[in-house]
Each structure stands twice: as structure tokens, then as C-alpha cells.
């Protein structure tokens, strides 16, 4: 199934578990799940540059975690992280529990706003995702990044956006930038084979075309692509793992650079929420993302050490 119920209704539904969870109930009634995991993650080791604009739209605005290490510039990967919300909503500022923790694992993380429905329908929030791109190339020195090393990485509607970005060139080629300016791309809980007209949520966003077809990442997967890590949960009623299952089969036909984990017990809010301090030992999200990353530029690493 896809998106059966939104994800502002998902993230107040894991609220009380949550508190449960934390034995905080009493002290943090009332908040949502993403303010208090943004309250008690820890709150050193980064730099946060908010509201930057790479538009001119009020939602064309990213924030920026440079980590603060001693890891050269050089070796910085720039992950630029876009969320879910079924294409509806959403905002970046919800998410700073990711850019704590990419920053961890020692990343300058991106985390932009895109235009959503129903002030945007298809390609407007493809076009926001590749001015983000384009602004992290430009701007990477400035915040501590390595312009050659940059991630896609996104949640639900997020891993659609950034499936379609790293494998449908013309979204890239917009901004002038080749497809080969993405290294990576982490999908977590993403709808890459879904039909955009079975569901009411999907077709106000995609219904206009006169080829729905082609928003589906699927399409695309036997393009030139990334090394990609798709993760899924097990129990994700919300985006079918099977989404993940298809994309999989149809990248290593391809001859891809591809690899595909389902975690047992999770569902599709879980897998991101996983990503924070407090919550990570319900799945390994974080930890399995940064070994992918990472492993995107050993081999370039040794091959510039062997020649020094």
C-alpha cells in the first residue's frame, strides 16, 4: 500500500509510544515527536547555518550541519537530505535530529524545503531538488563540503524526489550540472515503482500528466545511475516494500551498483526516526548509511594515496 494515511498523522501517532518509550510523558506531553527528538539530541558537534536560500521562493530555503572535526574538507562528503510528506508539506526545520546525525559520522548535511501541492505539482519539487543540488556544488567550500563528494538521500516522498533527481538527467542538466555530480544516493521507505494514479493522494500531484508513467523512478533505473542503498521496513503499511523489492531487481538487471535491506519491525516512520540519537538501536539506518557512504570513496582514497 501507499500512503494510506499522511505523514503529519503518522508522526503524532508515534508521539505517545514514543513518550512511552523515553519515560518522558508527564515532563513533554503535548509535543510533537519530531520537536522533542530535536529537544534531546545532543546538540554539540555541528554548526547550524539555517534559512540559507538557493531560490527565491518563500519555501526555497535549506539549513546547513557542518560538522566540527578535524577531517580535511577534502574528504567531507556533502549529504543533502529531502524529506517525506506525501508531496503535501513538510519542513526542514522538523529534521535537525538527521543533520545531528550525518554531522556524527563527520558529513556537512543539506536539509532543503521544496515547493509542495498544491502550489506545486510535478516537476516543480524536481526542479527545487536540483537548484538545491546545484547551490550545495557552489557553495560547498564555503560550509566546510568536498563539491565532488556529494549524497542524495531521502525518506518516503523525499526518496522519490531524490531517486528521480540522481536518475532522470534533465532535472541536473537544468542546472548545468552532468548526472555524475551525484556520488550516492540512500533511499529509506521510498515509493520507486508505485502507479501515480492509484491513489487520491498521487494523482492531485501527478494526475495533469499526460504520461504519468514517467515519475515513476522505476523507469529510469536502467539510466546511468549512482551505487544506490535502499532501505525499507518490514512493516511499512504506508509505502510497500515491495517498492524497494522492484527498483532492486530492475538496478542489478541493469548491471547497478546496487544494495537492498529490509529491517524487521520497523514501519515507515520508524526507519527515520531511527536515524536519531535516542532511537537508534530500533533500527541500524544511520549506521548501515554511513558504512554505504563512506565505501563510495574508499577506492578513490586509496587510489590517490597509492600515488602520492
Not at 501507499?2 to 510523558?25: D, H, I, N, Y
Not at 546545484?134 to 568536498?146: E, H, I, L, P, Q
Request: aromatic content about 10%; overall charge neutral; some cysteine.
Amino acid at each position: 500500500m501507499l500512503f494510506r494515511r499522511g505523514e503529519k498523522s503518522l508522526w503524532m501517532g508515534f508521539c505517545r509510544p514514543f513518550w512511552a518509550l523515553l519515560g518522558l510523558s508527564v515532563a513533554l506531553a503535548g509535543c510533537s515527536a519530531s520537536d522533542a527528538l530535536n529537544m534531546i539530541i545532543p546538540s554539540g558537534g555541528y554548526t547550524q547555518h539555517a534559512g540559507l536560500a538557493y531560490g527565491a521562493g518563500p519555501r526555497q530555503k535549506l539549513d546547513v550541519y557542518e560538522p566540527v572535526t578535524a577531517v580535511p574538507m577534502e574528504e567531507r562528503t556533502i549529504v543533502i537530505f529531502f524529506y517525506g510528506g506525501s508531496w503535501r508539506g513538510g519542513q526542514r526545520t522538523t529534521y535537525q535530529f538527521v543533520g545531528e546525525a550525518l554531522t556524527s559520522k563527520g558529513y556537512v548535511a543539506v536539509i532543503p524545503d521544496y515547493r509542495v501541492f498544491p502550489e506545486a505539482v510535478y516537476p516543480t519539487f524536481l526542479e527545487d531538488a536540483a537548484q538545491a543540488v546545484r547551490w550545495a556544488v557552489d557553495n560547498a567550500a564555503r560550509y566546510g563540503g568536498n563539491k565532488d563528494r556529494i549524497v542524495l538521500m531521502g525518506h518516503s516522498a523525499g526518496a522519490h524526489i531524490a531517486a528521480l533527481t540522481a536518475l532522470d538527467p534533465q532535472f541536473l542538466k537544468a542546472v548545468n550540472l552532468p548526472p555524475t555530480s551525484i556520488k550516492g544516493l540512500v533511499g529509506l521507505a521510498g515509493p520507486y515503482s508505485f502507479d501515480p494514479l492509484e491513489f487520491r493522494v498521487t494523482r492531485a500531484v501527478f494526475g495533469h500528466l499526460k504520461d504519468p508513467q514517467i515519475v515513476r523512478p522505476i523507469v529510469y533505473a536502467r539510466n546511468p545511475a549512482p551505487p544506490m542503498l535502499l532501505l525499507h521496513g518490514e512493516d511499512d503499511t504506508t509505502v510497500g516494500p515491495h517498492n524497494a523489492v522492484d527498483m532492486t531487481a530492475v538496478l542489478k538487471q541493469a548491471g547497478h551498483r546496487i544494495t537492498h535491506t529490509v529491517y524487521k519491525d520497523v514501519a515507515h516512520i520508524g526507519i527515520i526516526l531511527a536515524m536519531a540519537a535516542p532511537l537508534r538501536s530500533r533500527a541500524p539506518t544511520l549506521d548501515e548509511s554511513a558504512a554505504f557512504i563512506d565505501g563510495l570513496f574508499k577506492a578513490s582514497s586509496a587510489v590517490t594515496d597509492a600515488n602520492q
